[in-house]
């Protein structure tokens, strides 16, 4: 069983920067495509950014590109998002997403991620 664990998420005002970070565990030796969704109150989830498992590949929402940063960590199944710029339109409940990458292809949609973190809210006031 993968488990993703998040953390970072927080309050900060416009104009701000937070770095969310997400850790895949479970399967040794495994390595993951990864990426960010966010969701507000009955909106469906969004893609953020996602990146491949090798780190070569990258794609953002276009309302983040050129603010948001996603990276991964020494760790391969480490995945950081790093924000900055931050508008109250940023704000959301943020979810790490994983997906096997020997298994499934590199996606941008949300249905073909496997494994999902508990979510961390970031609010963003004006």
């Known amino acids: 069983q993968v488990q993703l664990v998040e953390s970072g998420g927080g309050s900060v005002q416009a104009g701000g920067s937070l770095r969310l970070s997400c850790s895949a565990s479970g399967r040794s030796g495994s390595t993951y495509n990864m990426g960010w969704f966010r969701q507000t109150p009955g909106m469906v989830r969004d893609l953020v950014a996602t990146?491949?498992?090798?780190?070569?590949?990258?794609y953002y929402a276009e309302s983040v590109k050129g603010r948001f940063t996603i990276s991964r960590g020494y760790a391969k199944n480490t995945v950081y998002l790093q924000m900055n710029r931050l508008t109250p339109e940023d704000t959301a409940v943020y979810y790490c997403?994983?997906?096997?990458?020997?298994?499934?292809?590199?996606?941008?949609?949300?249905?073909?991620?496997?494994?999902w973190g508990q979510g961390t809210q970031v609010t963003v006031s004006s």
């Open positions: 990146i491949r498992w090798s780190g070569d590949s990258y």
């Open positions: 997403a994983a997906s096997d990458g020997s298994t499934r292809s590199w996606s941008i949609r949300a249905n073909d991620y496997d494994y």
